[in-house]
């Protein structure tokens, strides 16, 4: 199947999850997690009109960047290291795994621009699992006051990987929290964006607020 097949089925799918809760499909962005595919199924994405593209290891990530010549926008979606922020500062254009103030330092003292930063939060509590403790988001979220490069754009996590409608809780506590950090009115925090949903549960993941779907098997292959 192409990319354009598979999205055209997706699409179907994502239309009809906006449909049972009466959500607008416009917000809900479809990123292409290229990261085990080629560049030319990488470019197909692209071609196809799917302008996210999600990236979770550095060296992979940037490969591919130059060879799409930094089309798209792009995510980083797996977990960073430190070290490796430099690199990827000025190529990324959203970083959906902030979950330390080590890493908040190192962007801030790399970026020399606004970063767009989704926090990760690990609500289902797996020790596998990256990502920030629901009881720390609030205290680290406010800490966040002191690196004004960074814009916490929304929330991002990782269900565990089950029977999809056993994922919903989890979802619906990241929406929880979403809200909750919103409503603080920070003016670096809109927190506005909700990344969560994958292949196997993204209906689930749109049901429940949803505004970034990271899809990778489903959508470009394995
Ligand atoms: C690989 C990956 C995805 C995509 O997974 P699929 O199940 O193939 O859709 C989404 N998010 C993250 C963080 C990933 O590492």
């Not at 699409?11 to 990123?31: F, K, L, P, S, W």
């Not at 792009?74 to 290291?81: A, E, Y």
């Not at 403790?133 to 205290?139: C, G, K, Q, T, V």
Request: glycine share 6%.
């Amino acid at each position: 199947m192409t990319v354009k097949q598979n999205f055209a089925q997706i699409h179907q799918e994502i239309q009809e999850a906006c449909e049972r809760v009466g959500r607008d499909i416009t917000n809900v962005n479809v990123i292409a997690v290229t990261k085990y595919v080629s560049d030319e199924r990488a470019q197909e994405a692209l071609d196809a009109g799917i302008h996210h593209i999600g990236e979770n290891r550095a060296e992979e990530g940037l490969k591919k960047w130059h060879n799409l010549n930094g089309k798209g926008t792009w995510h980083f979606i797996g977990s960073l290291q430190t070290r490796k922020v430099k690199e990827i500062i000025d190529k990324f254009d959203y970083i959906h795994s902030l979950d330390r103030l080590s890493l908040a330092s190192e962007i801030q003292k790399r970026a020399s621009k606004k970063t767009k930063c989704f926090v990760q939060v690990n609500v289902s509590g797996e020790t596998s699992k990256h990502g920030l403790d629901p009881e720390e988001l609030f205290s680290f979220v406010k800490e966040l006051d002191k690196y004004p490069l960074i814009e916490v754009v929304g929330l991002m996590t990782m269900a565990p990987f089950e029977d999809p409608e056993a994922t919903r809780p989890f979802f619906k506590k990241l929406k929880e929290l979403q809200q909750n950090v919103q409503a603080l009115n920070l003016p670096y925090a809109p927190c506005k964006e909700l990344s969560m949903g994958m292949s196997n549960d993204f209906q689930i993941a749109i049901e429940e607020g949803a505004t970034f779907i990271r899809l990778g098997t489903s959508l470009v292959g394995e």
